[in-house]
């Protein structure tokens, strides 16, 4: 089976600027994560859906940060404008019986 | 609050040697945990979870809830085995399944 995809792999930008990342999971999974994790830290969980709706946004920094899944498949994760301290990998997981499969994740840099 | 503690920033052993990647936890309720793997170039991803109480690549961990760990062992390293190991905890129960990671441990075996 196809493992969770995402988009792009890499960015660049300037800080102010804005950033979406792309997200498809594993087919058939209802739940889909959103993690940042900043060099030399564990991930970080920013927004959980099931299905198209949000179950938990509670460390997502909603003044600059927003995701939608709009269908209940494919997500998207936004950052504008951005700051400095965004520069991570952005990892999207599906999961199925408790189990996270985890895409290849966005790294993001913010000069 | 829930919340995993990896000690260990980096560990270096030499092959055929034990090692050990240790992992305490703090959860009021009945944990899941897990230790999740991301070799180079590759995505993060499962390596054992408690629950199942099996043997991955040579790799055990068991759950003692009075010392509140979860280490990571295998009695002779191989240099296959170099990577970053990450330990979680997950929620049970509900729909809000989620998991928290530690900060991670880079383990390198030497030839």
Redesign the interface.
Known sequence: EA??AQSPRYKIIEKRQSVAFWCNPISGHA?L?W?QQIL??????LI?F?NNGV??DSQLPKDRFSAERLKGVDSTLKIQPAKLEDSAVY?CAS?RY????????SRLTVL | AQRVTQPEKLLSVFKGAPVELKCNYSYSGSPELFWYVQYSRQRLQLLLRHISRESIKGFTADLNKGETSFHLKKPFAQEEDSAMYYCALGDSGGSNYKLTFGKGTLLTVNP
């Open positions: 493992g969770v739940t994560y993690y030399g830290q564990g991930p970080k969980l959980q099931q179950v938990d990892l999961t408790g189990e996270l499969f985890f895409g290849e994740g």
